[in-house]
């Protein structure tokens, strides 16, 4: 007796992954990478000002001989990642030109977001197991959110989880703030798909979702309350406010509980208006959403009173929003 076996459908392998020429390329370099004290060894050539070490510098990153030293070098060397010049008696490395871009991005993107990632499996909410909270927050949210299929409200807990670990500063709140920042999406999700009379909403999203979009976010809700909607994200998000935006929030009477958050296609799906400020072409361009980019100052660059100033700029263009937005609402005067 024969058992007939439904054949899962397939796509060739080739048309999606990795050629095994490329691969075989890439697996050399990334072995040679993956060995603690030559990573540490490429951070510190990476970060010398001149962009070059020599052996008897990088032999000070660890209590090790220099013949070892050269020999990690070689092997760096041999896959490509290095390049050296010898000056009398001393041999100098550099990054190679070519792969400059990509150890960058390696050492200041891919590194701490490795380190990020693993800071928040141990997870400082002490929680033994995040996954069965994390259920449990889904399962809140379902019933809360009848309108909305139970898988796409774990997948949006799950997901907001995620994103909040690669960048969040605080781990202590990252479950309450990826709760937070879940319902949120979930409102955006249900304000989407059921389209009523209802308050305009305003999305405002920089790069880091660590001071502009803040402020400009802060704004709003001081002058208008719950007559508009506001959202603000980033499209890298820093892993907290900057100090010297956190004293400008506190000054106009913020709650302290804003966090940077990562732009969602849901954000802006919901939003009636979208600005930007210093982000490029971020946000995707739908129908029937009013987009505006703001030139202002990024308040991470500047002293307070920078910060005070680029403040003021962005209170201008709030109020010239706001006045098109809600034209009878009365404002105070400028700050």
């Given at each position: 007796?024969?058992?007939?076996?439904?054949?899962?459908?397939?796509s060739p392998?080739?048309?999606?992954s990795?050629s095994l020429?490329?691969?075989t390329?890439?697996?050399?370099?990334?072995?040679?990478?993956a060995?603690?004290?030559r990573?540490?060894?490429l951070?510190f050539?990476a970060t010398?000002p001149t962009g070059?070490?020599c052996?008897?510098?990088?032999?000070?990153v660890a209590?090790?001989?220099?013949p070892?030293v050269?020999?990690?070098?070689?092997?760096?060397k041999c896959?490509?990642?290095?390049v050296?010049?010898?000056?009398?008696?001393?041999?100098?490395?550099?990054i190679?030109?070519d792969l400059?871009?990509?150890?960058?991005?390696?050492?200041d993107a891919f590194?701490?977001?490795?380190l990020?990632?693993?800071?928040?499996t141990?997870?400082?909410d002490g929680l033994s197991?995040v996954d069965a909270?994390l259920?449990?927050?889904?399962?809140q949210?379902?019933?809360?959110f009848?309108n909305?299929?139970?898988a796409?409200?774990?997948?949006?807990?799950r997901e907001?989880y995620?994103?909040?670990?690669?960048s969040?500063?605080?781990?202590?709140h990252?479950?309450?703030?990826?709760?937070?920042?879940?319902?949120?999406r979930?409102e955006?999700?249900?304000?989407?798909?059921?389209?009523?009379v209802k308050?305009?909403?305003?999305?405002?999203?920089?790069?880091?979702n660590?001071?502009?979009?803040q402020?400009?976010?802060?704004?709003v809700?001081?002058y208008?309350?719950?007559?508009v909607?506001?959202r603000?994200?980033?499209?890298?998000?820093a892993?907290?406010i900057?100090?010297?935006?956190?004293?400008?929030?506190?000054?106009?009477?913020?709650?302290g509980?804003?966090?940077p958050?990562?732009?969602?296609?849901?954000?802006?799906r919901?939003?009636?208006v979208?600005?930007?400020?210093?982000?490029?072409d971020?946000?995707?361009?739908l129908?029937?959403i009013?987009y505006?980019?703001?030139?202002v100052?990024?308040p991470a660059?500047?002293?307070?009173?920078?910060?005070?100033?680029i403040?003021?700029?962005i209170d201008a263009?709030v109020?010239?929003l706001?006045?098109s937005?809600?034209?009878?609402?009365e404002?105070p005067?400028?700050r």
């Amino acid at each position: 007796m024969t058992t007939s076996r439904e054949e899962c459908p397939t796509s060739p392998a080739e048309a999606h992954s990795m050629s095994l020429d490329a691969a075989t390329q890439v697996s050399a370099v990334l072995r040679a990478l993956a060995e603690p004290l030559r990573l540490r060894m490429l951070s510190f050539i990476a970060t010398e000002p001149t962009g070059e070490a020599c052996v008897c510098d990088i032999a000070t990153v660890a209590d090790v001989a220099q013949p070892t030293v050269s020999h990690h070098l070689k092997v760096l060397k041999c896959v490509g990642v290095l390049v050296s010049e010898r000056r009398g008696t001393w041999v100098y490395y550099r990054i190679a030109p070519d792969l400059r871009g990509a150890v960058s991005t390696l050492l200041d993107a891919f590194a701490p977001a490795v380190l990020e990632i693993a800071q928040a499996t141990r997870s400082s909410d002490g929680l033994s197991d995040v996954d069965a909270v994390l259920a449990r927050i889904a399962g809140q949210l379902a019933a809360r959110f009848g309108n909305i299929d139970s898988a796409l409200v774990t997948a949006t807990v799950r997901e907001s989880y995620t994103a909040l670990a690669r960048s969040a500063g605080v781990r202590a709140h990252l479950v309450a703030t990826a709760e937070r920042f879940a319902r949120q999406r979930l409102e955006d999700i249900t304000r989407t798909s059921q389209p009523s009379v209802k308050a305009p909403q305003v999305l405002f999203v920089c790069v880091a979702n660590a001071g502009r979009s803040q402020i400009a976010a802060e704004l709003v809700r001081q002058y208008a309350g719950d007559a508009v909607i506001v959202r603000s994200a980033g499209s890298a998000p820093a892993s907290d406010i900057h100090p010297g935006v956190r004293t400008v929030l506190a000054a106009m009477g913020s709650s302290g509980d804003a966090y940077p958050k990562p732009l969602t296609d849901d954000a802006v799906r919901a939003a009636d208006v979208v600005v930007t400020m210093g982000c490029g072409d971020t946000c995707p361009i739908l129908p029937g959403i009013r987009y505006e980019d703001w030139v202002v100052g990024d308040p991470a660059l500047a002293s307070h009173d920078g910060v005070m100033a680029i403040t003021a700029q962005i209170d201008a263009h709030v109020r010239t929003l706001l006045t098109s937005l809600l034209p009878d609402l009365e404002l105070p005067d400028p700050r």
